[in-house]
């Protein structure tokens, strides 16, 4: 969320001088290595601040007050679920990757997007890709060959935690990925604003997972936001909740979950 208040409160300036270099060393952003590096690499680092909380739960009793999932996740579950990510990523996501950037042509602008221009169309990638999601996720749930296949993995996490966002079958990650990428393409936004997008995407799914309920944290500061506790009812119940984001969609359709208070 740095990234976002950057955004706003930065002003373009401060755009244009994050833009020139990017533009300048565009070819390395092009790389599917760099671009898988750089995703499972953002990942660690929104999630390494939740690690630190569950190590030091134990001893620092404030903390129990905002944990909202049963148990604390042990350094070696953080770690064996590191590696596993780790190995998807490199067999599955970056072939994805490389292919996507052989047939997309990406325009480089040499112009940054203007602060309000880049904000709006990150807000529009992520309205997009909360209602893809939200039918991909229903769709799975509703059918068991996809439920057993595709999403069961990700939901032996009963009590989530952050790193466990991205600890799913390969085949969700790179349907996810590519619900990601189609959002970018229908919204057509700037690189800039994709890259934004992506990594506000991250941390959603960061702070979904990661089973605290601060008060700073963003569904408490804007209600239309699901959060740790609506996105955790999910996997108690394995039903409703279905969207990443919002909660608009869950409302819609009836597939909205009272959250305990507690």
């Known amino acids: ?20 270099f990017m533009y300048k060393e565009r070819h390395v952003f092009m790389s599917a290595h760099w671009s898988v590096c750089a995703a499972f690499g953002t990942h660690l680092i929104f999630s390494a601040p939740f690690m630190l ?5 134990a001893h620092v009793e404030w903390i129990h007050k905002y944990r909202i999932r049963r148990k604390v996740v042990g350094l070696h579950q953080w770690f064996r679920c590191a590696s596993r990510i780790l190995w998807k990523y490199m067999v599955g996501v970056l072939p994805l990757t490389a292919l996507f950037l ?5 325009n480089f602008p040499e112009r940054a997007p203007s602060s309000f221009h880049a904000f709006r169309e990150c807000v529009s990638c992520m309205l997009m890709f909360d209602m893809l999601f939200y039918m991909f996720h229903y769709t799975i749930h509703k059918i068991p060959w996809l439920y057993h296949n595709i999403h069961s993995i990700h939901h032996l996490h ?12 390969i085949s969700e990650l790179l349907s996810l990925q590519t619900l990601a990428f189609i959002s970018a393409m229908l919204v057509g936004c700037h690189p800039f604003s994709e890259i934004l997008f992506h990594l506000v995407n991250t941390w959603m799914a960061v702070e979904d997972h990661c089973g605290y309920n ?10 239309c936001f699901g959060g740790a ?3 955790l009812a999910h996997h108690h119940h394995f039903k409703g909740n279905f969207a990443p984001y919002f909660r608009h969609w869950d409302y819609i359709f009836g597939t909205s979950l009272p959250i305990p208070l507690h």
């Open 102 to 106: 052989s047939v997309r042509r990406t």
């Open 53 to 57: 909380l569950d190590a030091f739960s």
């Open 158 to 169: 009963r009590d989530t935690f952050a790193l466990a966002a991205q600890d799913s079958s």
């Open 1 to 20: 969320m740095i990234a976002v208040v950057l955004l706003i409160f930065g002003g373009d300036p401060l755009l244009q001088w994050i833009w020139d």
């Open 214 to 223: 601060f008060p700073w944290a963003l569904h408490r500061l804007l209600p």
């Open 229 to 231: 506790p609506h996105h």
